[in-house]
């Protein structure tokens, strides 16, 4: 088993720890710590977070980067990405897609990613020098090259103005597919791209953990992913498809 290997071992088991307890705690009465403009924040996320972090540092020493609670000492080469619960949104209302992502980064690039789908018991994995996975079967980008028959999941950056140029760029962009899907979860959306349920996914000023996992996997299943406009605050720019579309 290569280091990869074990690492993965370490990520898959701590997003199926924390996912069971999100789904264990879903019909429950939910403590909301924060509802202001479009920022929401559950106290189920910092408990899904400690028990991620907590099940990762008692078997590798890597810093982690994590959406609550931010890093937990200087980043290295080699840093684990944490999100306990994207699509929290979804999650408080009762629409099932929401998941537990986590990855790892070797610098700028995601070498490891999984993402639990605790709604449906689904696994995803990968790492850079395997395949893709889902509950250990391999799956793949679709094999779909015309924008015109294919699907773009997506998300509008929550930004308070957009100029009437940008909402122009944005709705000329959005004809030239056949379908557009907004879901709620990046991090989801990602794993469409990979099991070839949609052929692409972008969307900017999206946070490093929101992503991060997903790239690994779409990378995995024969994809192509770009991560750019890295800011200080963690928020980049994601553009990942089958790697089959049209320029």
């Known amino acids: 088993m290569s280091d990869l290997d ?3 071992e370490i990520a898959k088991s701590a997003a199926l720890i924390a996912g069971d307890y999100l789904k264990e705690q879903q019909t429950k009465n939910l403590k909301i710590l924060s509802n202001k403009a479009r920022d929401l924040k559950l106290q189920i996320d910092i408990d899904a977070e400690e028990i991620i972090k907590e099940h990762i540092t008692q078997k590798n020493s890597f810093p982690i980067l994590a959406e609550e609670s931010g890093t937990n000492g200087e980043l290295d080469e080699f840093f684990w990405v944490v999100d306990p619960l994207d699509g929290t949104s979804n999650f408080l209302r009762n629409i099932p897609i929401s998941c537990v992502s986590i990855a790892l980064m070797q610098g700028l690039t995601p070498v490891l990613g999984v993402i639990f789908d605790f709604n449906n018991s689904d696994l995803y994995c990968a790492h850079k020098q395997s395949k893709a996975y889902v509950n250990d079967m391999e799956i793949s980008v679709s ?10 999941v997506t998300g509008i950056p929550a930004k308070d103005n957009y100029s009437d140029d ?3 760029n944005m709705i000329s962009d ?4 056949k379908k557009i899907r907004m879901i709620g979860s990046a991090a989801m959306a990602s794993v469409y791209v990979a099991s070839g349920k949609a052929e692409a996914y972008k969307e900017n000023g999206i946070f490093l953990w929101d992503i991060a996992a997903g790239a690994a996997i779409v990378e995995g299943a024969g994809g192509y992913i770009s991560i750019s406009n890295y800011q200080p605050d963690f928020r980049v720019d994601a553009n990942f498809t089958n790697n ?3 320029k």
């Not at 094999?143 to 773009?152: G, M, P, R």
């Not at 959005?174 to 597919?177: D, E, K, N, P, R």
């Open 6 to 8: 074990s690492l993965l």
């Open 143 to 152: 094999s779909l090259n015309l924008k015109k028959e294919s699907t773009l």
């Open 166 to 168: 940008e909402f122009k």
């Open 174 to 177: 959005f004809q030239s597919w």
């Open 244 to 246: 089959k579309l049209e």
